[in-house]
């Protein structure tokens, strides 16, 4: 029974498929017919040899199954291995040569690195007993390849067509670069959790103050206390196993179709590339746990309602975490645009594209540009109308010029009979305005030498 895996007996692929080749440093998978190297087919999902057309199906036990594994046990068999002066990571990175069985070459494996192509004849070959090693956690289930390479240079052209901003030699030449299809390492965690919160919830209301020409509304906030509990299942959070990916492109890639995961065998792996975790069990809990807060957060903010929310408290228990260690498909590309190096990665299963891309100065340069002139038409076009609101509202209103003398003109909406009745009050009360306008008036049209009777006169 394997210290640091006790379900090994009953999780683990019969490993005899395939043929251990250097001594135990690698595996081949040769065809029955040829001989030659046999390669995992996306198209009929079994290996199949490159030259006879030959197909072999994946062997698997009838009672391969994968299952979750308790996190707090393993760390535990971890530790113990610690002790006894294991490290999981002994003899798992580092740099490994396997002498090539078809050509005899050497082909240096380097890191986490566990599956590769022999570069002198390209022939599949693979690191043996590293994704099962008795001090490593070994691999429980595998994603396979469902989208062709084909497929995927599609999928890379649409989304490089997709992408505004980027410079137009960028979108007619497109994003030129060899693929290699490689398999991940990830993490996947379970928790069952019990959150307890308590907080303000924050409600809108609003006010009128002030008076005058300074009366206005005003938003304020009322608050009350709210408190709670609520139990969360996290189900397959996933976090990447290897070091010196793009956490943003990774997570671009997601979701991934986990159900179609089969337990693990070398097999699926031949003619791919493929790496090993080398990011702790504990570490990798970590970042989930994070994850997983934040949508707590998000949750305990929902719950708490109104239009802002003032959490003071939040305390979470994880129980019942298991974790599965899995190996994910993904293909890789590397390009350069004016000599400066992108990357593109896409999933496997689904074809979702994640990748970074160049950005067009000129471009966002005129959109800005277009932007800041909008921006002063409508500053224009909202300064005019004030003025010419402000023209409006000062038509009567005396000006002078050259010293008493009053410049007049036909005033329009005026009763008459009103303005000969010299009663102010009702001249306001009439024609809505206000008695010091009109008894300005007044007082300049007889300066002036006008009648009280002449006709109304509106100041220029």
Known sequence: ????????????????????????????????????????????????????????????????????????????????????????????????????????????????????????????????????????????????????????????????????????????????GKFNGVYLPYFTYDSFTTTRYAGQRGDYYYVTVGSGNNRRTERRIRWSYTDGEFQWFFDDVLVIAVRHQSESLVRRLEPWPLVRCVPFTQQLLAGFFARTYDVTLEDGFSTARQRMESALTAEVRQRIGGDVQNVSSQQTNFDAITFKHLLLPVWLMAYRYHEKPYRVMINAVTGEVSGERPYSAVKIGLAIAAGLAVALTLWAWHGSNVQASWQVRNESRPTFRGGDQLVCKPLRGIDKSVWKSRDLSELDRKNSLRPTDLALRICNTRQSGLSNSATPVEVA
């Not at 599949?124 to 007993?129: A, G, M, V």
């Open 1 to 176: 029974m394997d210290e640091l895996n006790p379900a090994r007996a009953s999780s683990q692929p019969d490993q005899s498929a395939g043929e251990v080749i250097d001594a135990g440093r690698g595996r081949i998978f040769p065809c029955e017919q040829c001989g030659a190297d046999l390669e995992f087919s996306i198209g009929t999902q079994s290996l199949q040899c490159p030259y006879c057309g030959a197909i072999k199906q994946i062997e698997l036990p009838s009672d391969a199954v994968i299952v979750e594994r308790d996190y707090l046990e393993m760390l535990a068999n971890l530790e113990r291995l610690h002790e006894q002066g294991h490290e999981q990571g002994e003899g798992a990175t580092g740099e490994h040569a396997v002498r090539c069985e078809s050509c005899g070459g050497e082909v240096v494996f380097q890191g986490t690195l566990t599956s590769s192509q022999c570069p002198y004849c390209a022939s599949p070959l693979q690191r043996d007993k590293i994704h099962d090693a008795p001090n490593r956690i070994f691999v429980d289930g595998v994603l396979p390849f469902l989208v062709p390479e084909a497929a995927a240079k599609q999928a890379l052209r649409e989304w490089v067509r997709s992408l505004w901003w980027a410079p137009n030699a960028f979108l007619r030449e497109g994003a030129k």
